[in-house]
């Protein structure tokens, strides 16, 4: 390991595997690989850069509420290190507006009177990192 804060595992076989720092995040680290030479045979070395991406963040705001004949539109919800949202309807029975963007609106359903509506922000990572979700 040429560059990087976190660890490699089984640096000594072909297949190692770099378990990357939080410090690593928006860095590239890289990753050398040496070849020892037989008797009197000289080494060699070659480098690998691995882009290590930020992960996603998301927070769906604050509560709020509405009367069940007013639709209500989220407000103060963020995100970040995303490639994309998603909001879905964990309980309750109307129906959702701008449901990738951060201020969808919901709008309540007669059922949905007297009842505590769930939404969830889906934020899906950048790269290969794992979607994060916050209701």
């Known amino acids: ?33 040496t070849a020892n030479g037989n008797a009197n045979c000289l080494s060699v070395t070659d480098d690998m850069n691995l882009q290590v ?14 009367c069940v004949n007013a639709a209500y539109t989220v407000s103060g919800a963020s995100a970040t290190n995303y490639s994309s949202l998603l909001w879905t309807v964990v309980s309750g029975t109307g129906t959702l507006a701008n449901a990738t963007g951060l201020t969808p609106t919901y709008t309540p359903a007669p059922a949905d009177a007297g009842t505590t509506v769930v939404l969830r922000l889906t934020a899906n990572g950048n790269s290969n990192c794992l979607p994060v979700t916050m209701t």
């Open 1 to 33: 390991m040429v560059s990087g804060n976190g660890t490699l595992a089984n640096a000594t076989t072909l297949t190692p595997t770099y378990t990357p720092a939080p410090a690593d995040a928006g860095t590239t680290v890289v990753l050398r690989l």
């Open 53 to 66: 991406v930020a992960a996603p963040t998301a927070n769906a705001g604050s509560n709020g509420s509405t």
